[in-house]
């Protein structure tokens, strides 16, 4: 009778013994990919690092395991299994203190002090429930797991808590309906209804925690720039819009000299021949001597006010010096462009923020696709060059991007408006949100098809968390790129397929993308927003390997030259990712794959992309092709021949 009794709480722990199984092996896979991370989890972001995680979830299965081998009476399993814990305990205590991951090795001295007490009194229903229940905040603190973050746990998690409650319940099965009688043909109907009700519980269970609901995108801002005081220095001077000249003003006081550049505003650009509109003040009262200075024409005026359409064309400099009758004085400068005239000619209104380099004169849809993608010319994009102009000119701007491009500019409004660019398409998520898993699904790519299933190859699946035009959208697989969009109003008539649409249809309009939409839209802002062909392009690497999914045919991101800096810098907003890493190559980018049929925000590693290895021989935006620089030439990439 008891040989029987043991044989049944064997079998009622099999649930369990297949919760471990998972567990060690996912996280033994995991292991042998996140080795680079050890040590390196502040740069992510997270409390303990991937390969922390992965030992935990290992060391998780093995308690799971012996929480099931007490409750199944099976003496040989749990010496066996006690002694696992301990030495892989040792093992992943020594390797996290040498790398100085502290709260990691908290979390084990933690879980191995209860599975040691726990083994002790041998409450075995007790460790279960421990083990599926820490699983949960332990993998969601290390986002392990590519990262699925606590999802991943909720199999070996619900399975063990599941045991766990068995164990301490199997007492009461004799009064169950069916199995307290004594006819053979009731116990074995019981014997059949009461495992797959079981199966049925953990099944909905792992799906109902699977189907916890995944952060939103925000709806679509608008593209509309509030109206804002008129320069009327002179009748025939040209109308301008300067977000920052009301504040600039109310900063001015009578009792100090401070020069302030009223009009243009800073990195305008006009084309050449154009009376642009210089007005300057000066916050001091009393006579004021001005001197307005062109790095590339010289002495360009001595006035307060004064139009000059004659200037060359290019960047300028153009700094503005006051002098008062003590001989104090006061500068303030801004970036100017001036283009030739065929440059985004064919735009009407001309927008207030374009490159003067590039060669595109015209938009979606009359534009060549590369002047679509890159849409350089589109006014509907000057917001947000309008909102790193207010940020790097002192308006206050929402969110923690502005801060950061301030706190690392070091004084260069260049810098500060590209810092602020990356980030606020990157983590700040202002202009984008989310990663366009429905796009990868209408082309059949990977994302979709190896981690959601080959059934949603060219369809619009996973639309669902992102605005009404999103929502709207066609597949046909068959089309590519900004050919397959054709309708601003209609999104029917737009096909949600892969290759990049115009930016305003990205940014505005959809407001997500999948990589190479997040890096056409950061080109195109930085673009317009004063950096030269030469400082900000797009760029792809040539493949990179996800941990269990396999080879992954290539990848897009940015290479940006910030001023003050010696070499470029990868930046991949994809996703919202990291964005830039002032130090060396981004940590992380995001996508969207799927768990159990739903869709999960994946973090894609540095050390799988191989940013340094896998960049393509060349790079690109609206004004062209142009060489890669050497990895000698990028941040973070040193030489290694």
């Known amino acids: 009778m008891h040989l029987m009794a043991k044989k049944s709480d064997q079998i009622l722990m099999l649930p369990a013994i297949v919760g471990s199984l998972f567990a060690v092996i996912i996280g033994s896979l995991v292991l042998f990919f996140a080795l680079p991370s050890l040590g390196r989890q502040a740069e992510y972001g997270s409390a303990l690092s991937p390969v922390a995680g992965a030992i935990l979830f290992i060391l998780l299965g093995l308690t799971g395991a012996l929480g099931a081998a007490i409750a199944a009476e099976s003496r040989k399993a749990e010496r066996g299994l006690v002694i696992l814990d301990i030495l892989l305990s040792l093992f992943g205590l020594a390797a996290l203190a040498f790398s100085n991951e502290l709260a990691a090795c908290a979390s ?72 307290n009688s004594n006819r053979r043909e009731s116990l074995l109907c019981g014997y059949l209804l009461y495992p797959l009700l079981s199966l049925l519980l953990i099944f909905l269970s792992v799906a109902a925690l699977v189907h916890v609901p995944v952060e939103t995108s925000s709806d679509m801002r608008g593209s509309v720039i509030s109206e804002t005081k008129e320069c009327d220095c002179m009748n025939d001077c040209p109308k301008y819009t300067n977000a920052n000249a009301s504040m600039q003003s109310q900063s001015c006081s009578d009792e100090q000299l401070k020069a302030e550049i009223i009009s243009p505003g800073d990195v305008r650009t006009f084309p050449h021949g154009e009376a642009v509109c210089f007005e300057a003040k000066a916050c001091k009262m009393g006579q004021i001597r001005y001197l307005w200075h062109s790095d590339l024409d010289g002495v360009i005026g001595r006035e307060e006010r004064f139009n000059r359409s004659d200037l060359s064309i290019g960047w300028h400099n153009i700094t503005l010096t006051i002098t008062d009758s003590t001989n104090a004085s006061s500068s303030d400068s801004i970036e100017l462009g001036i283009s030739g005239c065929s440059v985004c000619g064919n735009v009407s209104p001309r927008p207030r923020y374009y490159p003067v ?13 590369r002047c679509q993608e890159f849409e350089v010319c589109n006014p509907d994009l000057d917001y947000i060059v309008a909102d790193a102009v207010n940020c790097c000119d002192g308006t206050p701007v929402p969110g923690s991007a502005c801060a950061y491009a301030c706190a690392n500019s070091g004084g260069d409004k260049k810098r500060c408006r590209g810092l602020y660019i990356i980030r606020a398409f990157g983590p700040e998520a202002t202009y984008m949100q989310g990663y366009a898993l429905f796009k990868a699904c209408c082309s059949g790519y990977p994302e979709c098809t190896r981690t959601c299933g080959l059934s949603l190859a060219g369809t619009c699946s996973f639309r669902d968390g992102f605005n009404e035009n999103v929502s709207r959208l066609s597949c046909r697989p068959d089309e590519w790129g900004v050919s ?72 897009a991101y940015n290479l940006v030259l910030l001023p003050g800096d010696a070499m470029y810098h990868l930046a991949d907003t994809t996703g919202n990712g990291e964005g830039i890493n002032l130090l060396g190559v981004p940590h992380y980018f995001y996508f969207t794959g799927c768990f159990l049929g739903q869709p999960v925000k994946v973090r894609v590693f540095d050390w799988w992309v191989d940013y340094c290895n896998k960049t393509a021989s060349t790079s690109y935006n609206d004004a062209g092709e142009f060489e890669t620089p050497k990895k000698t030439n990028i941040c973070g990439c040193p030489d290694l021949n």
């Open 108 to 179: 084990i001295v933690m879980v191995v002090a209860a599975s040691l007490a726990l083994q002790q009194s041998k409450r075995g229903s007790a460790l279960l429930l421990f083990a599926g229940l820490a699983g949960f905040p332990l993998s969601q603190a290390a986002m392990t797991f590519l990262p699925y973050g606590w999802k991943i746990w909720s199999i070996s998690g619900v399975l063990f808590v599941f045991c766990g409650i068995l164990s301490i319940a199997k007492k009461g099965f004799i009064r169950l309906p069916l199995l």
């Open 357 to 369: 380099d590039t060669s595109c004169q015209d938009i979606w849809p009359n534009a060549t696709a």
């Open 484 to 555: 397959a969009w054709r309708s601003d109003t209609n999104m029917s008539e737009n096909s949600a397929v892969l290759g990049m649409f115009p930016t305003h249809a990205t940014v505005n309009i959809l407001r997500t993308g999948i990589c190479i939409d997040y890096a056409a839209a950061l080109t195109t802002m930085l673009r317009k927003a004063g950096y030269n062909k030469t400082e900000a392009m797009s760029t792809a690497s040539t493949g990179y390997d996800l941990p269990l999914l396999g080879s992954h045919p290539g990848h």
